[in-house]
T-cell receptor
Framework: EDKVVQSPLSLVVHEGDTVTLNCSYE??????LLWYKQEKKAPTFLFML????IEKKSGRLSSILDKKELFSILNITATQTGDSAIYLC?????????FGAGTTVTVRA | SQTIHQWPATLVQPVGSPLSLECTVE??????LYWYRQAAGRGLQLLFY????GQISSEVPQNLSASRPQDRQFILSSKKLLLSDSGFYLC???WGGGSPLHFGNGTRLTVT
């Protein structure tokens, strides 16, 4: 059975802090690992990672994948209150995309 | 560009009543289609996925079913709802091959 585990489950930080979110996985036929941000409704896509060691970056967010150790991290630097959300990690096993339980990030002003 | 429509946005149904949630995708052909459920404070649980018309894979045995009568239409159904069916239901599409899923706005279902 596929398994995607995220840690921590939740955290509270102050504006300007840096946040590191973790995702480990076990799947049979890995295709890619994806990160999503979910605020009120539908998750929105952040990054797709397929190769180890190559950092993906978008503004203050960045992510990297380690296919040997089977994990990924998502970093958010200089956090803002608008970064408050649930961050979801998901891993493709053939056609099936399995999600972790998510990390709830709360950024206080 | 591609868009995904999911309705209704909210739904309150009594236990034992039937359910039909519909999802359609525009602007693409032969997408992979997915139904997920999210319980409060939890991650997304894959319910069904489809790689083509009439092809449905079920991930969780339960009283829900899915159908894909047309290429860009995906329907989630139940003959008799249970209290445990309450949750946030999300439809999504992708190009396949490990590409990102794009989600609809979801249906919040409350079974009373």
């Amino acid at each position: 059975e596929d398994k995607v585990v995220q840690s921590p489950l939740s955290l509270v930080v102050h504006e300007g802090d840096t946040v590191t979110l973790n995702c480990s996985y076990e799947v049979t036929n890995f295709r890619s690992l994806l990160w999503y941000k979910q605020e009120k409704k539908a998750p929105t896509f952040l990054f797709m990672l397929t190769s180890s060691g190559i950092e993906k970056k978008s503004g203050r967010l960045s992510s990297i994948l380690d296919k040997k150790e089977l994990f990924s991290i998502l970093n958010i630097t200089a956090t803002q209150t608008g970064d408050s959300a649930i961050y979801l990690c998901a891993v493709y096993d053939d056609y099936k995309l399995s999600f972790g339980a998510g990390t709830t990030v709360t950024v206080r002003a | 560009s591609q868009t995904i429509h999911q309705w209704p946005a909210t739904l309150v149904q009594p236990v034992g009543s039937p359910l039909s949630l519909e999802c359609t995708v525009e602007g693409t052909s032969n997408p992979n289609l997915y139904w997920y459920r999210q319980a409060a404070g939890r991650g997304l649980q894959l319910l069904f996925y489809s790689v083509g018309i009439g092809q449905i894979s079920s991930e969780v045995p339960q009283n829900l079913s899915a159908s894909r009568p047309q290429d860009r239409q995906f329907i989630l159904s139940s003959k008799k709802l249970l209290l445990s069916d309450s949750g946030f239901y999300l439809c999504a599409w992708s190009w396949g091959g490990g590409s990102p899923l794009h989600f609809g706005n979801g249906t919040r279902l409350t079974v009373t």
